[in-house]
């Protein structure tokens, strides 16, 4: 069995899998506050948990990672102080040798091994209260790109140079238009967050040149709602030297963190 766990702004998620990556189990709580309650809620639900001996798991954070640590270098959206040894904390745990990523390059990994077979070039963007993104080329996570996301991606929006997340975020919708993605539904809105959207990404795709970019988080939920409007936005800066991706909806938005910390956790402990 794997163990995985999403420690999100709200909430966390934690999930046990199976060797096929299947979830057999799973259960979440609100994120505390304070570290030292989170780790008494962690140790509360791996007591309750039906299933206790894992080979490995994972854990995805907000935030910038620390890798060599195995901790979070910036407090990001939760109030922890950078210094938590995350990982060693959950390896006491569950028992289990456990790898610590940045949630959205987790999530980017679980949809990219979803396409493997048809695209090796994958970018995951994931439009929430913020903006974050991953490059995987042949299954591996590229972490050069940092773990900041949209807030160091700079467009040229309203006559000013300012952070993509800025005006393209789950954030900057409700800022705008007074609603939340769910409750809108007019194309004309749609046609402004979809350009929003494009400005950002057309920089990512030029840089990167993925094969795809798939879509996902709260606003990518509603993907269908302005798929049509991204790919017309995007086609307007089409170049020569630029060659347009395939634009996909994430498959599993809600997991896709859980199975990320599945994939990487057999990618780093060789567990066949």
């Given amino acids: ?12 998620l934690v999930a046990v899998l199976n060797e096929h990556g299947e979830i057999v189990e799973e259960t979440r709580f609100e994120t505390p506050k304070l570290y030292d ?4 809620e962690l ?12 080979r490995a798991g994972g854990v995805g954070v907000t935030g910038v990672i620390d890798r060599q640590h195995g901790r979070r270098s910036s407090a990001g959206k939760l109030y922890w102080a950078g210094t938590v040894p995350i990982q060693a904390d959950v390896e006491k745990v569950f028992g289990c040798p456990i790898v610590i990523e940045n949630d959205a390059k987790l999530a980017g990994l679980s949809e990219a091994m979803l396409l493997k077979e048809r695209f090796k070039r994958v970018l995951y963007l994931t439009v929430s209260t913020g903006v974050g993104f991953a490059l995987i080329d042949n299954g591996v996570i ?15 929006h309203r006559g000013k140079h300012v952070p993509w997340e800025d005006f393209a975020s789950g954030r900057a919708i409700v800022e705008r238009f007074g609603k939340r993605a769910v409750d809108i539904h007019d194309q004309e809105s749609w046609k402004i967050i979809a350009r929003n959207i494009a400005s950002g990404l057309i920089e990512l ?30 086609k307007k800066f089409e170049v020569p030297a630029v060659t347009l991706p395939a634009l996909r909806q994430a498959q599993r938005p809600e997991q896709a963190v859980i199975y990320g910390c599945y994939d990487l956790a057999k990618q780093t402990f060789g567990h066949d």
């Fill in 43 to 54: 140790r509360n639900v791996a007591h309750h948990l039906e299933h206790h001996d894992f």
């Fill in 1 to 12: 069995m794997y163990i995985g766990v999403d420690i999100g702004g709200t909430k966390t």
């Fill in 142 to 156: 590229d972490v050069s790109l940092g773990d900041r996301g949209g807030t160091t991606v700079m467009v040229e």
């Fill in 205 to 234: 795709v030029a840089l990167l040149e993925p094969q795809v970019v798939v879509v996902g988080g709260g606003v990518g939920s509603y993907f269908e709602r302005f798929e049509k409007q991204l790919a017309a936005e995007l």
């Fill in 37 to 40: 309650n989170f780790l008494l």
